[in-house]
């Protein structure tokens, strides 16, 4: 799911600091954010707009991270939607809405899991690529 | 390019296939949630019954409850409905009305009986109450207007009798939405239809309280908490529209209007 690659140069310290960051914005906010996904990504896009000017690698990591909360958000948003009309409508819970929310909450896992080793590994100046992610960052994110 | 689309396709089929592998668990049973839900309506609807109960006068004599139980074995036996667990009470209570209550009680007043001008209109309204049973239409009410902590606090028996009173008071003269409203009414149609019964008089029965619910709108509970009647009556009509069905018999009417009698009589 994730692959450690070269990158085209190699980055300095300053450089690795503010990739790493980029994932632990999106952390921390996932942590201030539950219930409501969306807050991450909120904060994963100012980090973004805020490095846009930075340098490749940089921006290369920030894309990664507003990428990979992206890619949540549409599956994140039906629970949500499904939980909100159990509550207020005369849908009802199911085993089907069950084994959703628990869908959910591994693909969930596997991202924050993987977010922290990124973080983790970008501050050590690795380039590492997500599956699906790692090719869509490269097709946006022009040297 | 290709291989991020076949990368992305993959992701979502692998989600997809989690998803679908995770239903075939049955966690409703895994986390007992259908028989702890079952068990909270249970209990308030004993507990609503048992209000009513004492606040009103039951109907027990076997020539009323007989024959508006034989509406119900012939509706829920077209509609594979099991009767069993359908409690039917019938109050002395002029008003006209009828409502469900958590814990398939189905409560029926005199009133609403004596106002019917035949079986059919009666069948209408039993089936419409049975649907927002069979729907599971009365705990979601109960739910969103009296909140599931208040539920929560009368089943386990901490509720006083004020919060009790006031749910009481919203589930039998208050509306559902108009949605679960109109859902009710055309799965009444689609019970009276498998029971061969025409649903027309149900819609002539909701156009004509709807037209005396300005002169006497506060005996008229069945109506004025059922609000758009004429507009629903008239989705009826729209819904049934080129069907036929089978006319009742004179002896029909004649058993309707011995069983109104004995209603009036207090028999």
């Known amino acids: 799911m994730i692959t450690t690659l070269k990158f085209q140069y190699e980055p300095d310290e300053h450089e690795a600091e503010k990739a790493s960051n980029s994932y632990v914005m999106s952390m921390v906010a996932i942590m201030g954010g539950l219930p409501m996904p969306v807050i991450n990504l909120i904060a994963t896009f100012f980090f973004y707009l805020g490095n846009r000017k930075g340098t490749f690698y940089v921006r290369w990591h920030c894309t990664q991270a507003l990428l990979s909360q992206l890619f949540l958000i549409p599956f994140n948003s039906a629970g949500f939607w499904w939980t909100i009309s159990i509550i207020f409508t005369p849908e009802t819970i199911s085993s089907k809405y069950i084994a959703y929310m628990i869908t959910l909450f591994i693909f969930n896992l596997i991202e924050f899991v993987a977010t922290i080793y990124t973080a983790i590994v970008t501050r050590k100046g690795q380039h590492v690529e997500w599956w699906v992610i790692g090719g869509l960052t490269n097709l946006i994110c022009k040297a | ?267």
């Open chain 2, 1 to 267: 390019m290709k291989k991020i689309l076949l990368e992305l396709v993959l992701t979502i089929a692998v989600i997809v296939a989690v998803w679908f592998g995770l239903s075939q668990v049955d966690w409703m049973k895994l986390f007992n949630i259908r028989q702890t839900t079952q068990n909270t309506e249970e209990k308030i609807g004993d507990l609503f019954w048992k209000m009513l109960k004492n606040s009103e006068t039951e109907i027990t004599s076997d020539s009323i409850v007989a024959p508006i139980d034989s509406i119900l074995i012939r509706i829920c036996k077209a509609n594979s409905i099991d009767r069993k667990k359908i409690k039917l009470h019938l109050l002395r209570k002029d008003e006209i009305n009828a409502f469900a209550l958590p814990g398939n009680h189905l409560v029926v007043y005199s009133g609403l009986i004596t106002s019917c001008e035949n079986e059919a209109e009666l069948c209408g309204v039993i089936g419409h109450e049975l649907a927002h049973i069979e729907k599971n239409h009365v705990m979601n009410k109960l739910v969103k207007e009296i909140g599931l902590s208040v539920l929560i606090s009368i089943s386990t028996g901490n509720g006083n009798s004020e919060a009790i009173k006031s749910a009481l008071k919203q589930i039998s003269s208050s509306a559902y939405d108009r949605k679960l409203e109109t859902e009710a009414d055309l799965t009444a149609v689609d019970y009276l239809e498998k029971a061969g019964i025409d649903p027309e008089p149900f819609a002539n029965f909701l156009y004509r309280l709807a037209d005396q619910s300005k002169n006497l709108p506060s005996q008229i509970y069945w109506i004025s908490s059922h609000p758009e009647s004429k507009e629903r009556a008239e989705k009826i009509i729209e819904r049934i529209k080129g069907n036929s069905f089978p006319k009742p018999e004179g002896k029909d009417s004649l058993r309707f209007e011995r069983l109104k009698e004995k209603v009036n009589k207090g028999l």
